[in-house]
């Protein structure tokens, strides 16, 4: 299993572009999220999904646009890039079983907005 | 909305000391969640807690869940270099996948 794959791993775009991170996961999971990852503030959840065609919104989700066609791919869209949205972003899945939310990450993708 | 607060922001240690970093949640928790990342990398699962007063441990390092289900603490003992990384704690309220990250407690340890 390769687990949870994120491309690309680095991408620098310029501002009002749009863009589409990738990220697929082969372990049948039903939960995905999107993390932004800051120095200093931690994680912060951008949208999640509990199964394929159900989305909901996180801490920091404008500016992003998620969908779930499938279980296995979430993909996160920028619809305009700004410089604001340089970061770090991590893709991580998860599968409930008996109450166990324990999240599996990607690699990460460091996007650079200029 | 919940918040999941995580202190100290930083702690250098010398190698053989202990170490602690806090998380409280503003909320009640269904269950709290740690996580470690090494530098450069992705974060990794370390525990989950999920009943009140509840305390794990693994090798040097011991997790506790407060009464309350609103903080918890991550205790490591006699640190060694392989622990260098940044500890997050999350909090889960039973929505699903949906955590809320702590800012992180970044150990440094020199040998």
């Known amino acids: 299993n390769a687990g949870v794959t994120q491309t690309p791993k680095f991408q620098v775009l310029k501002t009002g572009q749009s863009m589409t991170l990738q990220c697929a996961q082969d372990m049948n999971h039903e939960y995905m999220s999107w993390y932004r990852q800051d120095p200093g503030m931690g994680l912060r959840l951008i949208h999640y999904s509990v199964g394929a065609g159900i989305t909901d919104q996180g801490e920091v989700p404008n500016g992003y646009n998620v969908s779930r066609s499938t279980t296995e791919d979430f993909p996160l869209r920028l619809l305009s890039a700004a410089p604001s949205q340089t970061s770090v972003y991590f893709c991580?899945?998860?599968?409930?079983?008996?109450?166990?939310?324990?999240?599996?990450f990607g690699p990460g993708t460091r996007l650079t907005v200029t | 909305g919940q918040q999941v607060m995580q202190i100290p922001q930083y702690q250098h240690v010398q190698e053989g000391e202990d170490f602690t970093t806090y998380c409280n949640s503003s909320?009640?928790?269904?269950?709290i969640q740690w996580y470690k990342q090494r530098p450069g990398g992705h974060p990794v699962f370390l525990i989950q807690?999920?009943?009140?007063?509840e305390v794990k441990k693994q090798k040097r390092l011991t997790f506790q869940f407060g009464e309350a289900k609103k903080n918890s603490s991550l205790h490591i003992t006699a640190t060694q270099t392989t622990d260098v990384g940044t500890y997050f704690c999350a909090g889960g309220n039973n929505q699903g996948g949906k955590l809320i990250f702590g800012q992180g407690t970044e150990l440094s340890v020199k040998p």
């Open positions: 807690l999920v009943k009140s007063g």
């Open positions: 991580a899945s998860s599968q409930p079983g008996q109450g166990s939310y324990e999240q599996y």
């Open positions: 909320t009640t928790l269904s269950n």
